[in-house]
């Protein structure tokens, strides 16, 4: 039946068991890439001498249960855990009318009618039978309102994790409350200017960070890890969640501070922040910075027919940069001549230590025209062959250009002869720079003898 139906609750009160004293002194939120974070609460509690239950609420609703960790931090050889409960029968539509099948319920229509009987079904439609036998069939579409007696029992509000415990010190206790939770997830996200003939590149970056976890983090310490943390695989409840969007703007000065930690990189924001439920935030990771970089144009026929344009810069302190750059989608935009920047291409990049050389594809070259045709091909014995191959590339630009023809092999291989010096990259893989003039056309030939 319809979730957007209203619902009504009429008759006995609803019970609210009285919770202990408690108060949120600190969060700290560490978020992973693949769908996790580590939520770590620090609480004041007034706990009695012996076996008691307390009850937290406001905590994740796709929390993982068996990765809770609470413990006393003020005492603790005096607190003993004896159980441990995450209570998740949430009210809800249909749990509720799952929970009074057999019972008294009243169903109003939208036309003003009202239905008084005892719940048979209200999985799809309301079947109500009425005290003279009489069975009604309710469409969900039709359905204005559901009024219950009561809350069954077992429902509960809000997520809770309740504990047993064995308490040998009465009196206030600081206690600290870790899990982890699914739900939440951050990445990357960059954006460049191009300048001065794309031989310079302005980039700056920030973090984006979803949380649809079901919980809100007030003031909470932020800590993003960069890496690709392994998890064992196990299922996870989902709820599924509507995003909200919140941007703050790119600061001047570093908000996040970068040390390694294991394999991975963390990155510290310096001030606390709030990070609400099905919102998506986005921090400055660093201010804009310039760096050297230049354009190339790639040629791979087994990849694309067209001629490949990118920009490539180093990750160096020397050239601008040289920090740790987390996996995330870098955005370019170039000046045209009306002074307005223009977007030209996007591309992921992944997580790159500094010092490494960055590729970003922005789109295919408009104005370069490349063909590969093969010339030849004998065998030279049972495993060995030579074939021939040519490459013609028009440049249609009004400026001399330098095209990167990539050439994949297998096997023991060598080249022949060639009309332009080839570089081996690595075992599979050979590539040429060919130089071509404005509005000229320039052929590659090369000849490979490949042995098996």
Same mark, same amino acid.
């Given at each position: 039946?319809?979730?957007?139906?209203?619902l009504?609750f009429?008759?006995?009160?609803?019970?609210?068991?009285?919770?202990? &004293?408690?108060? /949120?002194?600190s969060?700290?939120?560490?978020? +992973?890439?693949?769908?996790?974070?580590?939520?770590?609460?620090?609480?004041?509690?007034?706990?009695?001498k012996?076996?008691?239950?307390?009850s937290?609420?406001?905590?994740? #609703?796709?929390?993982?249960?068996?990765s809770?960790?609470?413990k006393?931090?003020?005492?603790?050889e005096a607190?003993?855990?004896?159980?441990q409960n995450?209570?998740y029968d949430?009210?809800?539509?249909?749990?509720?009318?799952?929970? +009074?099948v057999?019972?008294?319920?009243?169903?109003?229509t939208k036309?003003?009618?009202s239905?008084a009987?005892?719940?048979?079904?209200?999985?799809?439609?309301?079947i109500?039978?009425?005290k003279d036998g @009489?069975?009604?069939?309710? $469409?969900?579409?039709? =359905?204005e309102?559901i009024? !219950?007696?009561?809350?069954?029992a077992g429902?509960?509000?809000?997520?809770?994790?309740?504990?047993?415990?064995d308490?040998?010190? &009465?009196?206030?206790?600081?206690?600290?409350?870790?899990?982890?939770?699914?739900?939440? $997830?951050?990445?990357?996200?960059?954006?460049?200017?191009?300048?001065?003939?794309?031989?310079?590149?302005?980039?700056a970056?920030?973090?984006?960070?979803?949380?649809?976890?079901?919980?809100t983090?007030?003031? @909470?310490?932020?800590?993003?890890?960069?890496?690709?943390v392994?998890r064992?695989?196990?299922?996870?409840? +989902?709820?599924a969640?509507a995003?909200?969007?919140?941007?703050?703007?790119?600061?001047?000065a570093p908000?996040f501070?970068?040390?390694?930690?294991?394999?991975?990189h963390l990155?510290?924001l310096?001030?606390?922040?709030?990070?609400?439920?099905r919102e998506?935030?986005? =921090?400055?990771l !660093?201010?804009? @910075?310039?760096?050297?970089?230049k354009?190339?144009?790639l040629?791979?026929?087994?990849?694309? /027919?067209?001629?490949?344009?990118s920009?490539?810069?180093?990750? $160096?302190?020397?050239?601008?940069?040289?920090?740790?750059?987390p996996?995330?989608?870098?955005?370019v935009?170039?000046?045209a001549?009306?002074?307005?920047?223009? !977007?030209?291409?996007?591309?992921?990049?992944?997580?790159?230590? %500094?010092?490494?050389?960055?590729?970003?594809?922005?789109?295919n070259?408009?104005? =370069? #025209?490349?063909?590969?045709?093969?010339?030849?091909?004998?065998?030279l014995?049972?495993?060995?062959?030579?074939? &021939?191959?040519?490459?013609?590339?028009?440049?249609?630009?009004?400026?001399? =250009?330098?095209?990167?023809?990539?050439?994949h092999l297998?096997?023991?291989?060598?080249?022949?002869?060639s009309?332009?010096?080839?570089? %081996?990259?690595? &075992?599979?893989?050979?590539? !040429?720079?060919?130089?071509?003039?404005a509005?000229?056309e320039?052929?590659?030939t090369?000849?490979?003898?490949?042995?098996?």
């Amino acid at each position: 039946m319809r979730a957007a139906r209203v619902l009504a609750f009429v008759g006995a009160c609803i019970g609210v068991s009285t919770a202990l &004293a408690q108060q /949120k002194l600190s969060t700290a939120v560490t978020v +992973y890439n693949n769908d996790l974070a580590l939520v770590r609460e620090v609480r004041s509690l007034e706990l009695g001498k012996g076996k008691q239950e307390i009850s937290f609420v406001d905590v994740a #609703a796709r929390i993982d249960p068996t990765s809770v960790h609470f413990k006393s931090v003020s005492a603790p050889e005096a607190v003993e855990i004896l159980e441990q409960n995450f209570q998740y029968d949430l009210v809800g539509t249909q749990r509720l009318l799952h929970k +009074y099948v057999g019972q008294e319920i009243i169903v109003n229509t939208k036309d003003g009618r009202s239905f008084a009987g005892r719940l048979l079904s209200g999985a799809e439609d309301a079947i109500l039978q009425r005290k003279d036998g @009489a069975v009604d069939v309710i $469409s969900s579409s039709a =359905i204005e309102t559901i009024s !219950f007696l009561a809350l069954p029992a077992g429902l509960i509000l809000r997520p809770t994790l309740v504990w047993l415990l064995d308490n040998k010190k &009465a009196g206030s206790h600081k206690v600290e409350l870790s899990y982890l939770t699914g739900g939440m $997830s951050w990445h990357a996200e960059y954006v460049g200017v191009s300048k001065e003939n794309d031989t310079l590149l302005e980039l700056a970056g920030w973090v984006s960070i979803e949380n649809t976890s079901g919980a809100t983090y007030q003031e @909470a310490k932020l800590k993003l890890v960069a890496g690709d943390v392994h998890r064992a695989e196990e299922r996870v409840r +989902y709820r599924a969640m509507a995003k909200e969007e919140a941007r703050v703007m790119l600061a001047e000065a570093p908000q996040f501070q970068e040390e390694e930690l294991f394999e991975y990189h963390l990155y510290t924001l310096s001030r606390p922040t709030t990070i609400r439920d099905r919102e998506t935030k986005q =921090i400055s990771l !660093f201010p804009p @910075a310039a760096t050297a970089c230049k354009r190339l144009y790639l040629y791979d026929p087994s990849v694309d /027919k067209k001629v490949r344009v990118s920009l490539e810069f180093v990750n $160096s302190a020397d050239k601008g940069l040289g920090m740790p750059l987390p996996k995330g989608k870098i955005r370019v935009y170039k000046e045209a001549g009306d002074q307005t920047l223009e !977007f030209i291409g996007e591309d992921w990049i992944d997580h790159t230590p %500094k010092d490494e050389r960055v590729r970003v594809y922005m789109g295919n070259a408009f104005d =370069i #025209a490349a063909e590969r045709t093969q010339k030849g091909s004998r065998k030279l014995g049972e495993k060995s062959r030579e074939d &021939a191959w040519e490459v013609v590339i028009r440049n249609h630009k009004r400026e001399a =250009i330098v095209v990167t023809v990539v050439e994949h092999l297998w096997g023991d291989w060598e080249v022949r002869e060639s009309s332009h010096a080839p570089r %081996k990259k690595d &075992a599979f893989t050979l590539e !040429f720079d060919v130089p071509v003039r404005a509005g000229a056309e320039e052929k590659l030939t090369y000849t490979i003898l490949t042995r098996w």
